[in-house]
Each structure stands twice: as C-alpha cells, then as structure tokens.
C-alpha cells in the first residue's frame, strides 16, 4: 500500500452550516474515517485492535483552513504517517478540492489498552505496518 493513503469524500448537505459552507467540526469526522480506512488498508481495522484490547486515542488536533467546502463539492483526503515514537503518532492531512489545498491538519493520537485503559507502548507488529512520510 503506498505511505500517502488518499479518501474520497462528497460533501452532505447535513455536513454544511449557517454560513453556508461545510462546518468545522466535519472536517475531523473527514479526518477521522481517512485515518481508519488508512489504518485498515494497512491491515488494521477496528475489529483487529479491538480483538488485541488496543486503541487509538486523540490528544490533540491542529487544522488550519484555506478555502470554504460546500454541498457537492467533490474532496480528495490524503493522509499519511508523519511520525511514530514509544506511544504517540503524528498523522498528518491534506484536504483537497480540485487539486487546490481546502485545509491542511493533523492529528497527534495516542496509543492504548482499552482492558487497562491506559497509554501503552505502540507494538512492533502495528508500528510496522505504517511507513513514515516526512513532510
């Protein structure tokens, strides 16, 4: 699979707020089905993290936006492994509209079991199935 994985999107009317373009918070949601189906390209859905006791929780979101979105708008999301240490990941976003760059974000996600609920160290068998992208 290669290392920048790209998610299509069409923007939904019920994505879209009183301003008349898509609202923030959908963006995360984009972000967040990219990353999944990203990971589970990658040989790690869901159900195979949850059958190990094993998560991918959020820390902290950064998204700087460029352009507005709006219903119909047709967007490719790449997304891809920017860094991996001990217990963190740093996935990175680019989203786009007609080539042209809508937003940039990133998602720092931390690792965990979910039988002890708390950070653990990211296992070699999930840390090696995702190259790092430098950007």
């Known amino acids: 699979m290669p290392a920048i994985f ?5 923007v939904h009317d019920d994505e879209i707020d009183q301003q008349g373009h898509a609202n923030n918070i959908a963006y995360f949601g984009w972000m967040q089905q990219a990353a999944i189906e990203h990971s589970t390209a990658q040989g790690w859905s869901g159900e195979k993290y949850r059958e190990h006791h094993w998560a991918w ?11 507005p979105v709006f219903a119909g708008d047709e967007l490719t999301i790449r997304t891809w492994v920017a860094d991996m240490n ?15 760059v809508v937003a940039r974000a990133e998602t ?14 990211i296992p070699e068998i999930v840390s090696g199935s995702f190259e790092i992208v430098s950007s």
Not at 6 to 10: E, K, S, T
Not at 57 to 67: D, G, K, L, S
Not at 88 to 97: A, D, P, V
């Open 86 to 100: 001990r217990f963190t990941s740093l996935r990175k976003f680019e989203m786009l509209r007609d080539q042209k």
């Open 108 to 121: 720092n996600w931390a690792f965990v079991d979910t039988q002890q609920g708390k950070l653990v160290p």
């Open 6 to 10: 790209l998610y299509a999107h069409i």
């Open 57 to 67: 929780v959020v820390r902290t979101h950064y998204i700087e936006y460029r352009r």
